[in-house]
């Protein structure tokens, strides 16, 4: 059974969340559910809910580097959890944006926020083993667990990834890490962006300890990280220019911190299938994900997006400025926007938690 | 299609599909998306839900959904992950797009035995603390290992009391690296022998009696009742002792074959079919086993699923509450509870310890 429901322990505020979301819920009050507050006005649609702050509710409950698993309360900030795993030589691998400080675990679940990595050491979603989470009916409950694999019931864990909060406010999680990788090594390739997503995919095709692979303002950066052995002999038959690790892209993509991303300029986010061609302006353009994710600086028409996206094979949101008051997510076709209405109403049959946030309609 | 020959199909562009079932050659992978299948390499390349990119889908009202996409996450909310180990009960699944990964340079196998369980399952932490994840980690114990060495042929030590077989894959020169270092970490917990593949028909023979494993143990009783809970890797020899505990207590034999990297326990519990009071025992044995994976942290099953015949173990790994969210889940796909009837969650009218609940839980 569920072991961390019942007795209060420091850091420990779940009873606190429960009580002020049956306020609300008595009210008929929807809610903003907030930790860090380093996404509020990006990812998501505008919306003017009321604040729950669940700040308090931090901590790392359990580590055990052995087995690959860590435990801690929804507002604990990455940060935290990436020292704790720098003790033991481990990582997050999905390489998720700390913000400054201001990320923390919970945010970064339902945000489904993942860095370069993500094609080859998967997603946060990917990472998830179990959650606890307060539903719409404020009831306390946990799915999943600690283990590495778990099909008994339905996989409500991996549900709340980019959920943005709307099926129940997270709790506890539960995620895999991994060792962090002996050596990386960056090389780098001037070159044109269509030859790069052509030589991106070539090189993911192949058996080598690739780890990032992005290209903006003329050149290509390919990241190899692995057993030493295998990133050298890797490095020596790809060539490129080798960099030191302060002038690669890395840190400044996940961060969102590169010149790239500076500005007003609306924020486009596709996510596509990686080999698909180029379809928007180069010099507005910057290719991460070895193809799969393209970002597009511009005051670009909506229609005119979503047919790119769905010409290859994915959708777009607007990440960041333009109009947050519309929808800011690819379109859904009709019968699976009455499915996602129904399993939100599943959750949050008063439509309490975030409504809004994703879809005007959810 | 079978899972296996997606696999044989890409072969010739140097591709694969990474999650591999023992049960490869005639599952299906439809199937091992209802069940969120695993198989001996899925600690290091992931289950069935990190290794498919979309689904079409056939609604209870016969209306068609494609989840998913090329790209590699979908807007809203994540079906393609709920519908993954969902067991049929909220769509039918028509087509599946799978991921492939590239074949790697090299494989190699590192098989150990031990004399003591517990000195196998420190030897399990020892790797993963020593920074490797390796490509399959695979843990057989005596009855097990006669059982597969008597079918097999495959060299395996008879005098054992547990068997590690550790699979590091990746370019050669890594390959080379962690191969060293595993058999590092195994000498310094005491193996009692070492063998290394040294080609690739040395490989697939140690691999083959662990694959054949089910089929070995199978020769050896007229029945057998396969367990599948998931624990902490931690657990491992704490387990297997209380098994043979319990094994002496229902007077019945144990085989343990087992993902042990994942902590996913394969009990093959010994009987006779043919005798009333043996399959009684042999359930009893196998709902201890379960009720035990929860109790040090694990769950009922790690990819069997629960089908018809878990149900009654759901409230040990579940609430009330938890229980009724999976209803209502449930209902959102299929109101008229249409979708493989009887399965998966249990549906709480029908439980007697759930009897007193307010009405309107129950889909009436």
């Given at each position: 059974m569920n072991e961390a429901r019942g007795t209060a322990l420091p850091g420990d505020h779940s009873e606190d969340i429960i009580a002020a979301l049956r306020q609300a819920r008595a009210e008929r009050r929807p809610v903003y559910i907030s930790a860090g507050g380093s996404k509020r006005h990006w990812l998501g649609r505008h919306c003017e809910h009321a604040l729950l702050d669940i700040s308090a509710h931090r901590g790392i409950v359990d580590y055990q580097p052995r087995e690959l698993v860590l435990t801690a309360r929804a507002a604990t900030p990455l940060t935290e959890i990436e020292a704790a795993l720098g003790e033991a030589q481990q990582v997050l691998p999905f390489e998720p944006p700390l913000l400054g400080g201001r990320a923390t675990l919970g945010g970064t679940l339902a945000c489904n926020l993942s860095g370069p990595a993500r094609p080859w050491r998967g997603s946060v979603r990917d990472a998830i083993l179990g959650v606890q989470l307060i539903n719409g009916k404020c009831e306390h409950l946990s799915f999943g667990g600690r283990v590495m694999k778990n099909v008994a019931g339905y996989d409500v864990a991996r549900l709340q990834a980019g959920a943005l909060g709307s099926l129940g406010v997270l709790t506890q999680i539960s995620l895999k890490v991994l060792p962090r990788a002996e050596k990386t090594l960056t090389l780098r390739y001037d070159m044109a962006a269509a030859a790069a997503i052509e030589t991106m995919n070539r090189r993911a095709g192949?058996?080598?300890?690739?780890s990032g692979a992005c290209w903006y303002d003329g050149a290509l950066y390919l990241r190899l990280s692995g057993a030493a052995t295998a990133v050298d002999s890797t490095a020596m038959q790809w060539g490129g220019e080798p960099l030191e690790e302060s002038a690669t892209p890395w840190h400044g993509l996940r961060e969102m911190t590169l010149p790239y991303f500076d500005g007003a300029a609306p924020l486009w986010r596709f996510s596509i299938k990686p080999s698909a061609p180029l379809a928007t302006a180069a010099e507005r353009t910057l290719i991460d994900w070895c193809g799969a994710q393209r970002w597009l600086r511009g005051a670009q028409a909506p229609a005119e997006m979503h047919r790119v996206a769905a010409a290859a094979g994915g959708h777009v949101i607007v990440f960041r400025g333009g109009d947050r008051h519309s929808e800011v997510r690819t379109p859904l076709g009709p019968v699976q926007q009455a499915l996602q209405q129904r399993l939100k109403r599943a959750f949050d049959p008063d439509g309490i938690l975030n409504p809004g946030l994703l879809y005007s309609w959810l | 299609m079978s899972n296996l020959s997606i696999s044989a199909a890409a072969a010739s562009h140097g591709l694969y599909y990474a999650p591999d079932p023992s049960s490869q050659i005639a599952c299906s992978i439809g199937g091992n998306v209802a069940e969120n299948s695993g198989g001996v390499h899925c600690l290091k390349y992931g289950l069935t839900v990190h290794n498919i990119l979309s689904l079409t889908v056939l609604t209870v009202t016969g209306e068609q959904l494609i989840l998913g996409s090329e790209g590699l996450d979908s807007p809203g909310y994540d079906l393609l992950a709920l519908l993954t180990g969902s067991e049929g009960l909220l769509g039918i699944v028509i087509e599946v797009t799978v991921r492939l990964l590239p074949a790697p340079e090299e494989a190699r196998v590192v098989m150990a035995g031990f004399d003591s369980v517990e000195a196998a399952g420190d030897a399990v932490g020892a790797i993963i603390a020593a920074g490797i994840i390796p490509a399959g980690l695979e843990m057989m114990d005596r009855l097990a290992i006669r059982a597969a060495e008597d079918f097999c042929h495959a060299g395996y030590p008879r005098d054992a009391a547990a068997i590690l077989l550790c699979e590091v894959d990746g370019t050669r020169e890594e390959v080379m690296q962690h191969t060293a270092a595993v058999v590092q970490c195994f000498q310094d917990r005491g193996a009692s022998s070492l063998t290394i593949s040294q080609d690739e028909a040395q490989r697939a023979l140690l691999w083959q009696g662990r694959k054949a494993a089910f089929p070995a143990v199978g020769r050896l009783a007229p029945d057998y009742y396969c367990m599948d809970g998931t624990i902490p890797r931690g657990q491992v020899a704490f387990v297997l002792s209380e098994i043979y505990r319990l094994a002496e207590a229902y007077n019945l034999p144990v085989a343990n074959v087992f993902h042990a990297g994942d902590g996913n326990l394969h009990p093959l519990i010994l009987f006779d079919a043919s005798d009333p009071q043996q399959i009684r025992r042999a359930e009893a044995f196998g709902g201890d086993i379960l009720d035990l994976s929860v109790r040090v942290?694990?769950?009922?099953?790690?990819?069997?699923?629960?089908?018809?015949?878990k149900l009654r173990k759901m409230p040990s790994q579940f609430s009330t509450a938890e229980l009724l969210q999976f209803e209502e889940i449930k209902h959102a796909f299929d109101p008229a509870l249409n979708l493989n009837p009887g399965k998966g969650i249990p549906i709480l009218k029908r439980c007697q310890e759930y009897r007193a609940l307010p009405a309107r839980h129950h889909h009436e």
């Open positions: 192949a058996p080598k300890p690739l | 942290g694990g769950c009922i099953t790690g990819e069997h699923g629960v089908g018809v015949e």
